[in-house]
Nanobody, 125 residues
Framework: QVQLMESGGGLVQAGGSLRLSCAAS????????MGWFRQAPGKEREFVAT????????YYADSVKGRFTISRDNAKNTVYLQMSSLKSEDTAVYYC??????????????????WGQGTQVTVSS
């Protein structure tokens, strides 16, 4: 099993920045592709960003492209989401996810096997 713990969420003004972290523990060798998803109140969970096992390939939702950056440090078993130029529509609970089956980055929730509890990001306008 892999346990994922997100941190770094909070309240920020529009135009500001936050960095989310997701630390993996347990059988971390099972954390291959990693992803970030988010869920706003009354909406379905949506894809935000993904990174492959080596960190050489990333993919972003159009809504965050150019503003968010996903990265990972495999030595620390941690994946990051640097968020800049935040907008009110970025307000959501952000979830980290790990795939035990895919090395390549993937934006399908069904490809992920482990999920964190989520961290709240609130952007005030």
């Amino acid at each position: 099993q892999v346990q994922l713990m997100e941190s770094g969420g909070g309240l920020v003004q529009a135009g500001g920045s936050l960095r989310l972290s997701c630390a993996a523990s347990g059988r971390t060798e099972r954390s291959k592709a990693m992803g970030w998803f988010r869920q706003a109140p009354g909406k379905e969970r949506e894809f935000v960003a993904t990174i492959n096992w080596s960190g050489s390939d990333t993919y972003y939702a159009d809504s965050v492209k150019g503003r968010f950056t996903i990265s990972r440090d495999n030595a620390k078993n941690t994946v990051y989401l640097q968020m800049s130029s935040l907008k009110s529509e970025d307000t959501a609970v952000y979830y980290c996810a790990a795939s035990a089956r895919y090395y390549s980055s993937t934006y399908y929730p069904r490809d992920y096997d482990y999920w964190g509890q989520g961290t709240q990001v609130t952007v005030s306008s």
